[in-house]
């Protein structure tokens, strides 16, 4: 069965905590993202990988860290400089830009909170 | 500033009531839109995507139509199942792969 998953489904941080949510896909995308979604916002992009060992910053990469070493793997790191880590992150994955059809698709989410 | 707009906020619909969502964007350059809906607690599911001005696509009670400045997400005969939040994005020429996502409408469909 292809897909996204991503773990865990729920995670607790404490202050000054680094935390590590995972992403694996077995779609055979290139690209891979990850967005954080908040109460009455729209998903922003945090960090986005066309390729494997290569990744770019989105709108709201500050406190935020990602790694690229395999092709399905796309971990996202939130850091204790992030001053607000509460949020539902997803992770999403998609052709290459320009090749085929663009769209992504999602995984089932991770939600995070503060302690 | 490339922007998406989705409206209504929320709408309430009893079962069988055909209704229109609405999604206005302003982009340079439209390479595609995307409609999604996500239930509670969940990642959004993928449900159509449109390349041009004119296309239309279908799927079971849903029909997504573009235009050059706004899509629609026509609900037909709506049941409980489809109260879920649908989501618009857009992916515009200038902002590489990063799709741009509006708020949101929320359905509940009432039996």
């Known amino acids: 069965d292809g897909g996204i998953t991503q773990s865990p489904k729920y995670l607790f941080r404490k202050e000054g905590q680094n935390v590590t949510l995972s992403c694996e896909q077995n779609?055979?995308?290139?690209?891979m993202y990850w967005y954080r979604q908040d109460p009455g916002q729209g998903l922003r992009l945090i960090y986005y990988?066309?390729?494997?060992?290569?990744?770019q910053k989105g709108d709201i990469a500050e406190g935020y860290s990602v790694s690229r070493e395999k092709k399905e793997s796309f971990p996202l790191t939130v850091t204790s400089a992030q001053k607000n880590p509460t949020a539902f992150y997803l992770c999403?994955?998609?052709?290459?830009?320009?090749?085929?059809?663009?769209?992504?698709?999602f995984g089932p989410g991770t939600r995070l909170t503060v302690l | 500033e490339d922007q998406v707009t989705q409206s209504p906020e929320a709408l309430r619909l009893q079962e069988g009531e055909s209704s229109s969502l609405n999604c206005s964007y302003t982009?340079?350059?439209?390479?595609?839109l995307f409609w999604y809906r996500q239930d509670p607690g969940k990642g959004p599911e993928f449900l159509f995507t449109?390349?041009?001005a004119g296309e239309e696509k279908e799927k079971e009670r849903l029909k997504a139509t573009l235009t050059k400045k706004e899509s629609f997400l026509h609900i037909t005969a709506p049941k409980p199942e489809d109260s879920a939040t649908y989501l618009c994005?857009?992916?515009?020429?200038?902002?590489?792969?990063?799709?741009?996502f509006g708020k949101g409408t929320t359905l509940s469909v009432s039996s």
């Open positions: 999403a994955s998609g052709r290459l830009a320009g090749v085929g059809t663009d769209t992504q698709y």
């Open positions: 779609l055979n995308h290139d690209a």
């Open positions: 990988s066309q390729i494997v060992n290569d990744f």
């Open positions: 982009v340079s350059g439209l390479r595609g």
């Open positions: 449109l390349y041009s």
């Open positions: 994005a857009v992916l515009s020429n200038q902002a590489g792969t990063a799709l741009i």
